[in-house]
Structures are given as structure tokens and as C-alpha cells.
């Protein structure tokens, strides 16, 4: 006999699971009310019972209605309404289906352009977009939807030109290797050192590119990790700078250091400003002419550390200027694989800083390195 008895205490919940008692198992949860109610959730077609539902609601006000329209508007003691009121039901019926076939068609057109979308990008194809209308949110997702495939799309051209250009980049010091090597075994050179130091310069230009390589993916990546300690960056520039002096006497170029006085200390990676600073200097170095100078300086504001290589080199054309910190983007007389300026910018915001530049052609040209100061007393 079930404990407390009533065909009412069955209603929600199972029979078959509880056939003989009412009472709350051992293994029931704790706080979980004793026999469990069935909640009710919309079913797999809840929204088209609605809609069928407000449909023949509808109807049967449009027919009450055109009813009740013909009762009060007809000839007494005819033998019913006039004709046309019983128009009225059909005509409602009409206006309502048209009006719910556009307020459908207005949701299922944007949505099916944007799944005839998604499969074409799916397939690789980065160029589909769809037209942003309908409601508002309808727009809103069109919107963001043509925003990524433009993103996609540009990320995938930029993924085939960095392909196509790092082929070609180590192209250059492979094909000078197996030259050499190939003429030293087969005996046209001799194994001396004269004959071997193309090999070595190649071998040191793919090392070289590589390290470029491997910093880019970790800066794309947003994992390029900063070693960050106290710096003085006036002896981090000198230091630098005297590393290319004897580069700059080779080539006939005055270099000239000037560092304020008093430049607090920042927290950074000595190494990578090391490095930022080191392709600036060898940049500048490289394309300034016999005579010419070189300067790095080194002066703080309120906010930043700032410091700045200048040349009197022949500068940059306007046409370049805009793209000297994309990756593989370099002068025609320029020897160098195009990623240094790109991995410089990476690293200064890596720090929370910038890298910017000013160039003017046949007068020089002006590169300004900002990281944030720190209050610290150096």
C-alpha cells in the first residue's frame, strides 16, 4: 500500500522507478524534494505547436469576427448575411499568412546566405561574404560574419607571402654553401680558408634568419618571454654602441653617443633592448655613405625612456616608409632578410612601448625607440 495514499500523490513522478512505496530512499540527495515533480520543458516542435496554435486562434477570431460583422450589418429577416462578410475571415486569413511568410522570410533568407557561407569558407574559400540585411540582429551577425571572413582572408595572404618569402630568404645562403662545397670537392677550390669563408657567412645568415624566424612565431604567438630586470639604459646604449664602433670606422662613418645625465631605470629584457638597439645602429651604419654619421642618443620625459638612432644616409622614399616595420619589406639596396625593423617594433610593444620612425630622402633618417620609465632612482 502506498504511504499516504491518493491517486494524486502519483501525479509527477515515475510508478515504474517507486511501484510499492512512497517512502524517500537512502541514496535520495540531500535538499532534493521526495517524491521528484516533472517540470514541464518546451518539446523538440514546441515552437511550431505555437505557431499552429496562433494560426487557428486567428482563424476562428476572423471567422467570429466577419460572423458577428455579417449578424449585425445583415438584412432583418433575410436569409443570412451578405456575401461579403463572409469575405471577411478569408481576407484576415490571407493578411495574417502574408505577414508571418515575410517576418519568416526575413529571418530564414539572412540566415541561409550565412550558411551557404560558412560552408564555403569551411571549404577554404575566404572571400565569401553576405549581404547585411534583415532585423537588426540579423545585421549585426552579417556584419561580424564578413568582418572575420576579411580577416581570414588577409591572414590567409599573409601566411602565403611570408611562405614564399622565407623560401626565398633561405634560398640565397643554401644555393652560396652548395656552390662552395660542391667546387671544394670536386677540386676547383682548395679547402682554404679564403674558399671556406663564403660557406661560413652563409651558414651565419640562415642562423641568423632562423633566430628572426623563431622570434616572430613567439611575438605572433604571445609568447616571446621577457627577462625583465632593472636597466640603466644609458649604459645598455653605450655599451651597444661601442660594439659597433670598429663596424663604423670600417666604413668611414662618424659615431657619436649623447645620453642625458639623469635617466632612471626601467624595468626590461637587457638582451632584446640590446638587440633592438644593435639593428638600428647596424642598419644605420650600413646604409649611411663614407662620411657620413651616425648618432645615438638617449633623454627621458615624463613617461618615457627614449632613444634614438639617427643617420645621414640617403633615407627612405615615401612609397616605402609606411611598410619598413612589415616583415620582409626592404630597400632595392638593401642586404639584409627584412625582418629586423618588424622584430625591433615586436619587441618594443612586447614592453609596452613603441618604435617609431622619420625619414626624409637624401637627408638621413631618424629612429625613436620608447619604453616606459620607471619612478625608481637608477
Same mark, same amino acid.
Given at each position: 500500500m502506498r504511504a499516504g495514499g491518493g491517486p494524486g500523490r502519483w501525479r509527477g513522478w515515475d510508478r515504474d522507478q517507486f511501484p510499492f512505496t512512497?517512502?524517500?530512499?537512502?541514496?535520495?540527495?540531500?535538499?532534493?524534494?521526495?517524491p521528484p515533480q516533472r517540470r514541464w520543458r518546451p518539446g523538440r516542435y514546441h515552437w511550431f505547436r505555437f505557431l499552429g496554435c496562433l494560426f487557428l486562434g486567428?482563424?476562428?477570431?476572423a471567422l467570429i469576427a466577419g460572423i458577428a460583422a455579417g449578424a449585425m450589418f445583415g438584412h432583418p429577416g433575410g436569409p443570412g448575411p451578405p456575401r461579403p462578410f463572409f469575405l471577411v475571415p478569408v481576407v484576415v486569413v490571407v493578411v495574417l499568412a502574408l505577414l508571418a511568410a515575410g517576418a519568416f522570410r526575413r529571418v530564414t533568407g539572412p540566415m541561409d546566405g550565412l550558411i551557404e557561407a560558412a560552408r564555403r569558407i569551411?571549404? *577554404?574559400?575566404?572571400? $565569401? #561574404?553576405?549581404?547585411?540585411?534583415?532585423?537588426?540582429?540579423?545585421?549585426?551577425?552579417?556584419?561580424a560574419f564578413n568582418s572575420m571572413s576579411a580577416r581570414l582572408k588577409k591572414i590567409d595572404e599573409q601566411r602565403r607571402s611570408f611562405l614564399a618569402d622565407v623560401t626565398h630568404e633561405l634560398r640565397t645562403p643554401l644555393s652560396v654553401i652548395r656552390g662552395q662545397a660542391e667546387a671544394i670537392a670536386d677540386g676547383v677550390y682548395p679547402a682554404d680558408a679564403a674558399h671556406l669563408a663564403p660557406i661560413l657567412d652563409a651558414t651565419q645568415a640562415l642562423e641568423r634568419l632562423v633566430e628572426d624566424l623563431r622570434t616572430l612565431v613567439l611575438t605572433d604567438a604571445g609568447n616571446l618571454a621577457l627577462n625583465r630586470?632593472?636597466?640603466?639604459?644609458?649604459?645598455?646604449?653605450?655599451?651597444?654602441?661601442?660594439s659597433f664602433r670598429s663596424q663604423a670606422e670600417a666604413?668611414?662613418?662618424?659615431?657619436?653617443?649623447?645620453?642625458? *645625465?639623469?635617466?632612471? $631605470? #626601467?624595468?626590461?629584457d637587457p638582451a632584446r633592448i640590446r638587440q633592438v638597439i644593435a639593428n638600428l645602429l647596424s642598419n644605420a651604419i650600413r646604409h649611411t655613405p663614407p662620411g657620413g654619421r651616425v648618432k645615438v642618443a638617449a633623454t627621458a620625459d615624463e613617461r618615457w625612456l627614449i632613444v634614438s638612432v639617427s643617420d645621414t644616409g640617403g633615407g627612405i622614399?615615401?612609397?616605402?616608409?609606411?611598410?619598413?616595420?612589415?616583415?620582409?619589406?626592404?630597400?632595392?639596396?638593401?642586404?639584409?632578410?627584412?625582418?629586423?625593423?618588424?622584430?625591433?617594433?615586436d619587441i618594443a610593444i612586447a614592453h609596452g612601448?613603441?618604435?617609431e620612425i622619420e625619414s626624409t630622402p637624401g637627408q638621413g633618417t631618424l629612429l625613436r625607440l620608447r619604453l616606459p620609465r620607471s619612478h625608481k632612482a637608477p
Open positions: 512512497m517512502r524517500r530512499p537512502p541514496w535520495w540527495p540531500e535538499g532534493e524534494p521526495f486567428c482563424l476562428a477570431f569551411e571549404a *577554404g574559400d575566404y572571400s $565569401a #561574404t553576405v549581404p547585411e540585411w534583415g532585423s537588426r540582429d540579423i545585421r549585426s551577425v552579417s556584419h630586470e632593472p636597466v640603466e639604459i644609458g649604459a645598455l646604449v653605450a655599451d651597444a654602441a661601442d666604413a668611414g662613418v662618424e659615431l657619436t653617443i649623447d645620453l642625458d *645625465g639623469e635617466l632612471p $631605470a #626601467t624595468e626590461a622614399s615615401p612609397e616605402l616608409l609606411p611598410h619598413v616595420f612589415e616583415r620582409f619589406v626592404k630597400g632595392p639596396a638593401s642586404t639584409g632578410s627584412g625582418l629586423g625593423l618588424a622584430i625591433a617594433r612601448g613603441a618604435l
